[in-house]
């Protein structure tokens, strides 16, 4: 009778973290198609600030003063302008299979999570490989993979002072290595051995449902490749995704 009880109230626990990740997926959808028309209307007045911009530079007699500064307003516009419709892209429920930059991913995501990481006092470090081959992939799944790592590892890192490392390399002849390294608390030895298990979560009551690495290491498995989990020595926690090339 015990173990009947104790099973109907684990269903009881899973029925309504499902519930919940349902109603949060269905908050998150609705957010999602209102932000694409507020991506929308931001790059207008972007294009026209950008293209304003250029014809400043290209200006006779402008003081050099002026032209560092709008030069300055050119590159931030045109890195917001990137930056929107990428999320246009990452947003969109169509499949995305095609020759993928390891390294613009990853900058991709870095850059959206910018705010995050200075928010937390996060110190972003970049290690890419700039001589990586393109794979053949969807971009916008492993976007999603690098989202859910690299969010975990800010969220570990709840104190001023942590650092995260995104290194690319190659791994063999054939395929590529993503690596996310940071300094946060770290996790148990037994929490790594399930880290990828549906529902397992090392965050506190509420901040976490235990689907996002199971998710991402389906994701990756998906795609062929591999995710290892490893504890840093000193604290913090490594995850390493690998790929192949096709």
């Given at each position: 009778?015990?173990?009947?009880?104790?099973r109907?109230?684990?269903?009881?626990?899973?029925?309504?973290?499902?519930?919940?990740q349902?109603?949060?997926?269905?908050?998150?959808?609705e957010?999602?198609?209102?932000?694409?028309?507020?991506?929308?209307?931001?790059?207008?007045?972007?294009?026209?600030?950008?293209?304003?911009?250029?014809?400043?530079?290209?200006?006779?007699?402008?003081?050099?003063?002026?032209?560092?500064?709008v030069?300055?307003?050119?590159?931030?516009?045109?890195?917001?302008?990137?930056?929107?419709?990428?999320?246009?892209?990452?947003?969109?429920?169509?499949?995305?299979?095609?020759?993928?930059?390891?390294n613009?991913?990853?900058?991709?995501?870095?850059?959206?999570?910018?705010?995050?990481?200075?928010?937390?006092?996060?110190?972003v470090?970049?290690?890419?490989?700039?001589?990586?081959?393109?794979?053949?992939?969807?971009?916008?799944?492993?976007?999603?993979?690098?989202?859910?790592?690299?969010?975990?590892?800010?969220?570990?890192?709840?104190?001023?002072?942590?650092?995260?490392?995104?290194?690319?390399?190659?791994?063999?002849?054939?395929k590529?290595?993503?690596?996310?390294?940071?300094?946060?608390?770290?996790?148990?030895?037994?929490?790594?051995?399930?880290?990828?298990?549906?529902?397992?979560?090392?965050?506190k009551?509420?901040?976490?449902?235990?689907?996002?690495?199971f998710?991402?290491?389906?994701?990756?498995?998906?795609?062929?490749?591999?995710?290892?989990?490893?504890?840093?020595?000193?604290g913090?926690?490594?995850?390493?995704?690998?790929?192949?090339?096709?």
């Open positions: 009778m015990k173990d009947s009880a104790a109907h109230s684990k269903d009881a626990i899973i029925s309504t973290d499902l519930l919940r349902l109603a949060y997926n269905e908050k998150m959808a957010l999602g198609k209102i932000s694409a028309g507020v991506v929308h209307e931001l790059n207008a007045p972007l294009s026209v600030i950008i293209s304003a911009s250029q014809m400043i530079l290209r200006e006779e007699g402008v003081p050099e003063a002026v032209l560092e500064m030069d300055r307003i050119n590159s931030e516009a045109q890195r917001l302008s990137h930056l929107t419709k990428g999320l246009l892209n990452f947003g969109s429920h169509d499949e995305t299979i095609g020759d993928v930059d390891l613009l991913t990853a900058e991709f995501i870095l850059d959206f999570l910018n705010f995050e990481a200075a928010r937390r006092g996060v110190l470090l970049r290690q890419l490989d700039y001589t990586l081959p393109v794979i053949r992939t969807d971009a916008n799944l492993l976007k999603q993979i690098l989202l859910n790592i690299i969010m975990n590892a800010l969220q570990a890192m709840e104190n001023d002072g942590g650092k995260l490392l995104v290194e690319t390399a190659a791994y063999g002849p054939d590529v290595s993503v690596m996310i390294a940071d300094n946060g608390p770290g996790i148990t030895a037994d929490a790594i051995d399930r880290i990828f298990e549906r529902y397992f979560t090392t965050k009551p509420g901040n976490g449902t235990g689907l996002g690495l998710v991402t290491k389906n994701l990756v498995e998906n795609m062929g490749g591999e995710i290892k989990v490893a504890g840093r020595s000193g913090g926690t490594t995850f390493t995704v690998i790929l192949p090339v096709k």
